[in-house]
């Protein structure tokens, strides 16, 4: 694994390795799945935006460019990780296996993405 995949997967991994929103397909989740009003109202605001950055690197670099957008406005890695969760369950559930896949690395339940 390259250096920046390892760090990649070690900001994942303090992210809460990118499965919160799990609880709507009943899989086990490290974040806390639970978003407060002012994290709903960032989700509903941008999470058209999240998609098409998702969207353009559909990669593990490409989510955890977004997670540090999320947290650099203000957010906590963990929050973060719940909020791309929910943008992509609202907007852009064909990501959802790449959040899963993800997840499953940063967990080591799986070896690195290829």
């Known amino acids: ?14 992210c ?3 499965i919160g929103a799990a609880v709507y397909y009943a899989a ?14 960032y989700v509903l ?14 990669t593990l670099g490409g989510l955890v460019d ?7 406005d203000g957010y906590r890695p963990d929050d973060a990780v719940d909020i791309m969760n ?10 959802w296996p790449l959040l899963v896949a993800v997840g499953r690395v940063a967990r080591g339940e799986t070896g690195p993405l290829t």
């Open 66 to 72: 977004v997670a540090e957008i999320i947290v650099g």
């Open 28 to 41: 086990p989740a490290a974040a806390d799945g639970y978003l407060d009003s002012d994290e709903e109202r």
């Open 1 to 14: 694994m390259a250096r920046g995949d390892r760090t990649a997967v070690a900001l994942l991994m303090g």
């Open 16 to 18: 809460s390795a990118l």
């Open 45 to 58: 605001s941008w999470s058209a935006d999240i998609c098409n950055y998702i969207g353009n690197e559909p």
């Open 86 to 95: 929910a943008a992509v369950a609202l907007d852009c559930p064909e990501y």
